[in-house]
Nanobody
Framework: QVQLVESGGGLVQAGGSLRLSCATS????????MGWYRQGPGKQRELVAD???????NYADSVKGRFTISRDNNKNTVYLQMNSLKPEDTAVYYC??????????WGQGTQVTVSS
């Protein structure tokens, strides 16, 4: 059974910070690249950051220098530290495998709203 539980979203003013967490099952977490995706109002879902089990990372240009993805292999958890948030970062954030969702499954996501 796939387990992807995102948390940590909320309402924040522009320039603020949030830290998102994604709890996964161990069997999935140990073998794949994980990423954070987001889907803003009226937009397609996009990948914003990903990380290998070994810790290599990639970022979308729109978040580079502001967001940091990390993972705790012992806790089967992926994090996204988001700093200097902008209104255009408003979206539902999801974690999942990269490049494809795990067995086609998506969690409930966590809402991030950035006010100007």
């Amino acid at each position: 059974q796939v387990q992807l539980v995102e948390s940590g979203g909320g309402l924040v003013q522009a320039g603020g910070s949030l830290r998102l967490s994604c709890a996964t099952s161990g069997s999935i977490f140990s073998i794949i690249r994980m990423g954070w995706y987001r889907q803003g109002p009226g937009k397609q879902r996009e990948l914003v950051a990903d990380i290998t089990r070994g810790g290599s990372t990639n970022y979308a240009d729109s978040v580079k220098g502001r967001f940091t993805i990390s993972r705790d292999n012992n806790k089967n958890t992926v994090y996204l530290q988001m700093n200097s948030l902008k209104p255009e970062d408003t979206a539902v954030y999801y974690c999942n495998g990269v490049p494809d969702p795990i067995r086609g499954y998506w969690g409930q996501g966590t809402q991030v709203t950035v006010s100007s």
